[in-house]
C-alpha cells in the first residue's frame, strides 16, 4: 500500500511525535492510525481484545495494519510496559506468533508502528489474562520450517516413499492404489482442453465465461494429480507419463495471462493446487529445461498468489473466500520449493503463522463455520491438504490446534450421515454423505472415534485421493454418538443444532435455526432466525433454491433472499438486507434432558424496516416445536411467515393448520395465532435458476402465513413431525389468556405442558396461577394440573 502526499503528511507528524506517545496514533492519516475501529467486513478485531481471558497460551497477537511500515510489539505485566516480557521489532506483518508461553495471570500488550528516522507511535495497552490450564499453543518459528532436500516433499517425503509404495502394491492401501490406477486409465491420452481466453464483455457474459472455464479446466487438472499419484505409489509408466504431458500442457500457460490469479483466479488456484503436487511427485520425468520452465511458471505463480495476500493484507483482512484457498495453495508451492527459492522461506513462514493464528476467518474456536456445510466441507479440504502436508514435511502439527478437534462436530450436528439437506448457506440442496470422506480425514487426525463412525455410516473410506492415502488408518473404529449431548449450540456463528436420536437416522428429528454475527455476506445467505426441520429420514422444511453461478439473477434474487427460506418477510416477501450490518444473534440458549430453548434476534437484518424481530423457539422432547415470533414496525406491515417443502402442503384455513407429506414422515404446523392469517402457495421460483451452462433444476413448494396488517404482531406455531409408520399420538394445543406475553398448553395423555413466552416490554408473564420473569418458560403438569417441573431460559 503507497501512502502518497498523506504518507508524507505522516511522515512529519511522526517527526514531531514522542517515542511513548501510547494510544493517540495521530501521527498517521486516519485511514492508518493505531487503534483505529475495525472497519466492518474487512479487518479483524485486536486480539487478544482488551479485557479478554484467551483460550490458547500463549494468545495469537493481531492488529489493524498501517501501510508500508515495519512494527513493534511488547507483551508486559503492567500497562506501562516498561519491563516487557515479549519485545520484537521489524516485524512485516501485523500478526505475531510468540514462541514461548505465558505465565498465568494478567498480561498487557501493545504494538507500534515504526517508519524510517521516526520515533514509534504506539497504540494503547491492552489487557488479557491466560488462565492455568490452557492449552499451550507455542509457535515453533521460521528456523523450524525445515523441508527435506529430496523429493518427492508434499505429503509423502522421499523417507516414506519404500514405506507407502510396499503398503500400495501389497498392504493396507493395495484396494485404494488399484481404485486410484483405474481412475486414470481412462483419461490417459485424453484431448487437453487449450489455455483459455480472457474474459471480456459484459458482467453477465464474463461470469458465464468464467464458470465454463473452470467447469472445463478443473476436471482435467484433477486427473493431473491423481496420475501424478498413482506413478509415485505404483510406479506405473503410463500414469507417469500421462502426469508428465499434463504438467507440461498446463505449466506452459502464462502465468500472466488470462489465468492470471488477477484476472481469472479460478484456473490460477487450481493449476497451482494440483500442478504443484503433480510436479513434485514426477520430478524426475522431466528434462532440465522442462524443469527450469515448470519451476518459473510455478514461482511467477507463487509471487502473485504472496502479493494479493500481502496488498489486503490476508493476516487482518481474510474475508475473501478465494484468497482463503490461495493459502493453502502457496503453502504447499512454500514447502515444495523452500529449498530452491529464498522467497518460499518467507512464504512458509507467512503461510504458517496464519495457519496457527488467523485462519479460519468465517470459523470461531466453537467449531462453528458461517457460510455453510458446502463451503465448510470444500474449504477445510483446502485446509487440511497444507496441515498435513506441512506435519508430514517438517513435523509441525497444526492439527493440535483446538479449533480443528472442534469443528468437525460443525458439519456433525448440522448434517448428520443420512441428511438430505446443507442449510445456511450456498449449496443447500447437497446431502450430506460426501463429507464422510473429510469426517474420516478429521477422525485420522484426531483420533476421534466418533468421527469415524460418521465416516462408516457415510460408506466412506477417506478416498484414493493423497488425503485418503496419507491419513488410511485401519485401527480407528467408529463409536456411535451415543454419548454425545442430542443438542449443541455454536455461539460464535449464531447455529443451533437440535436432535432427538443423533445415532439413528430413522429416528432423528433435527431442527436448526441460524443467527449469524457474520451478517448476510459472501457463501451465507440472508436467513437471519431461519430454521431447516427434517425428521424420520424426510426433509420436512426446506430451504430452497440453486447456485447457477454465484451472485446471478436466481442466486441472488431467490436462492439467497429470505422468502426462500423458513423465515420471517413482510409485505409480500420483502425480507433481509444484504451485507456485514443484516446480523443476528442468538441471545439465549439452554438445553436440559426435557427442553430444549433458544432465543434469537434478527432486527437488525431488516434495515430498520422492523424494529423487532425475535423469534423464540422451544423444544419439547422428544420432537415437538413451539415458535414465537415477535414482530414490530414504526408503521403497519403485513407479516409473512414461510414454509418450503418438496411437495405441495395441504392447508386447512378455518384450523390454520399445514400439513407437510412425505413418505417416510409428515410435518403438521398449527399456527395458534394470529387469527385472521391467509395463505398462499406456490411452486415457482422468480426468478427462474439459468441453464446458461445447463442443469436440471426440480421446483419445491413455498408457502407464506400471512397476519393482517399490523404495527405489531406474534406468530405462535407449534411444529409436530411424525412418522407414516407407528405414529406417536399429537399433542392437543390451545392458547391460554395471558398478561405481558403469550401462553400456549400441549397436553398428552399422561401429562401436559405450559409454555410461556414473555414480551420485551413486560416484567413478568402470567397466565392464571403462573407467572415468570424469564424469557421463555415450560411448566410441566399432570392432567391434573401439578406442577411437576419448570425450564425457564432465553
Known sequence: ?????????????????????????????????????????????????????????????????????????????????????????????????????????????????????????????????????????????????????????????????????????????????????????????????????????????????????????????????????????????????????????FCGWDPLGSTAVTHNDEPAMWLMMRGVRAYDWTAELYTPTERAAIEQCIRVRAAEFYKLLRRRPYENNPYESHAGRIIGFLGEAALAFANEWPEAREWLDYITRIFWGVWPAWGADDGGWNEGPGYWSAYMSFGLHYVVALRNATGIDIARRPFLHQTPYYRFYLTPPASRLSPFGDGNQAAAGPAGDLLYWFSTLTRDPHLRWYAEQCRRDGGADVMGITLQDSSLRGVPPTDLPPSRHFPGVGLVTLHTNLAEATQDVAFLLRSSPYGTVSHGHNDQNCFTLEAY????????????????????????????????????????????????????????????????????????????????????????????????????????????????????????????????????????????????????????PETVLGGNYTNAWHLAAVAPKAAATQFVTVLLPSPTTAPAPLPTTRLLPADGGQALELGWSEQRAVVLFRNATAATVASGELRSTARITVVWQTTAGVETGRDSGG
Not at 521460521?142 to 508434499?154: E, G, I, T, W, Y
Not at 433472499?561 to 440458549?589: L, N
Not at 417443502?645 to 413418505?663: C, E, F, K, N, Y
Open 1 to 249: 500500500m503507497h501512502l502518497g502526499w498523506l504518507g508524507l503528511l505522516g511522515l512529519v507528524c511522526l517527526a514531531a511525535r514522542a517515542a511513548d506517545g501510547a494510544g493517540e496514533g495521530t501521527a498517521l492519516p486516519e485511514a492508518l492510525r493505531v487503534d483505529r475501529e475495525p472497519e466492518l467486513g474487512r479487518n479483524l478485531p485486536y486480539h487478544p481484545a482488551d479485557g479478554q481471558a484467551v483460550t490458547t497460551n500463549p494468545p495469537p497477537l493481531r492488529w489493524l495494519p498501517s501501510g508500508e511500515v515495519t512494527y513493534r510489539v511488547q507483551v508486559a505485566r503492567s500497562a506501562d510496559c516498561a519491563t516487557p516480557q515479549v519485545d520484537r521489532q521489524g516485524l512485516i506483518w501485523c500478526a505475531e506468533m510468540l514462541d514461548q508461553p505465558l505465565a498465568p495471570g494478567e498480561w498487557y500488550w501493545r504494538y507500534g508502528v515504526d517508519q524510517a528516522g521516526q520515533p514509534t507511535v504506539w497504540s494503547r495497552a491492552r489487557r488479557f489474562t491466560v488462565a492455568a490450564d490452557l492449552p499451550q499453543w507455542v509457535y515453533p518459528g521460521r528456523d523450524a520450517l525445515q523441508v527435506p532436500a529430496a523429493r518427492p516433499r508434499l505429503f509423502i517425503t522421499a523417507a516414506q516413499l519404500a514405506d507407502y509404495q510396499q503398503r500400495a502394491r501389497e498392504g493396507d492401501l493395495k484396494s485404494k492404489a488399484e481404485r486410484l490406477r483405474r481412475q486414470v486409465v481412462p483419461t490417459i491420452g485424453a484431448e487437453l482442453p487449450p489455455e483459455p481466453a480472457k474474459l471480456t464483455g459484459t458482467a453477465d457474459e464474463r461470469r458465464w465465461q468464467y464458470v465454463k472455464i473452470f467447469r472445463d479446466t478443473r476436471p482435467p487438472q484433477d486427473q493431473m494429480e491423481q496420475a501424478a499419484l498413482a506413478w509415485l505409489l505404483l510406479r506405473d509408466e503410463a500414469c507417469g507419463q500421462e502426469a508428465r504431458r499434463r504438467v507440461l500442457h
Open 537 to 688: 429420514g424426510e426433509p420436512l422444511a426446506i430451504p430452497t433454491g440453486y447456485y447457477p453461478s454465484y451472485g446471478s439473477p436466481h442466486h441472488d434474487q431467490w436462492t439467497r433472499s429470505t422468502k426462500a427460506k423458513c423465515g420471517i418477510t413482510h409485505d409480500d416477501g420483502q425480507g433481509q438486507d444484504r451485507g456485514w450490518a443484516a446480523k443476528g444473534r442468538i441471545d439465549g440458549f439452554r438445553s436440559t434432558p426435557r427442553v430444549d430453548l433458544c432465543s434469537a434476534d434478527a432486527t437488525a437484518a431488516y434495515g430498520g424496516r422492523l424494529s423487532r424481530a425475535v423469534r423464540d423457539l422451544v423444544h419439547l422432547r422428544p420432537g415437538v416445536f413451539v415458535l414465537r415470533d415477535e414482530l414490530a414496525a414504526a408503521e403497519p406491515r403485513a407479516f409473512e411467515f414461510w414454509l418450503h417443502a418438496l411437495d405441495q402442503m395441504t392447508i386447512d384455513q378455518p384450523q390454520q393448520t399445514v400439513l407437510t407429506s412425505r413418505p417416510l414422515a409428515t410435518l403438521e404446523t398449527r399456527f395458534l395465532a394470529p387469527a385472521g392469517l391467509t395463505f398462499r402457495q406456490d411452486d415457482r421460483y422468480v426468478p427462474e
